[in-house]
């Protein structure tokens, strides 16, 4: 806690703020980036899984 108010007393309240609130939505920056990988990487195994069905229906067996 110390740390916190050396910050604030050599930087200033909105200095201090402000490396508080990046430093508590980095984590959940992260978690959206890994989010939106994986979504992307599932779209696209979903749309070559659905070419290979396409193609498997349109040769005659």
Known sequence: MDGWYTMISELGVPVAITFYLLHRIERK???????ILSFNYHMVNDQQHERESLRSKRTPS
């Open 29 to 35: 920056l992260e978690e959206l980036n890994q989010s």
